[in-house]
């Protein structure tokens, strides 16, 4: 599986982007997709997941209403819809890919400090930066 994310850049607090998580071969039904970022100093934490290991679409606390993941499995595209930006958000944003049937449910995957090891197959990371 190979993951191209894209779609970062710079945008003001309480702005918009949407990035893009393209996969070869797309594989939706086996897969779990999830969007990692990464700040200076700082572990890589997980945003959200789309067809997450009980095919739901999970977020972590910190972004839980103002992003929003989808997926247009005849592109073989997972999107994030990042609204309501703010300064904090600035960071690498990669997606990864990993078979569902192989991870726990995300509420205990996005809780373990092996989160980011679960996952097979990365993009190379796309940078979003906020400014206040």
């Known amino acids: 599986v190979q993951l191209q994310a894209s779609g970062g850049g710079l945008m003001q607090a309480g702005g918009s982007l949407r990035l893009s998580c393209t996969a070869s071969p797309a594989a939706f039904g086996i897969y779990t997709i999830a969007w990692f970022r990464q700040a200076p100093g700082k572990e890589r934490e997980g945003v959200a997941c789309?067809?997450?290991?009980?095919?739901?679409?999970y977020y972590a606390d910190s972004v839980r209403g103002r992003f929003t993941v989808s997926g247009d499995n005849d592109k073989g595209t997972v999107y994030l819809q990042m609204n309501t930006l703010k300064p904090e958000d600035t960071a690498v944003y990669y997606c990864a890919a990993a078979e569902s049937r192989s991870l726990p449910t995300p509420r205990l995957l996005f809780k373990s400090p092996n989160r980011a090891r679960r996952f097979d197959y990365w993009g190379h990371g796309t940078l979003v930066t906020v400014s206040s």
């Open positions: 789309f067809n997450c290991q009980d095919h739901s679409i």
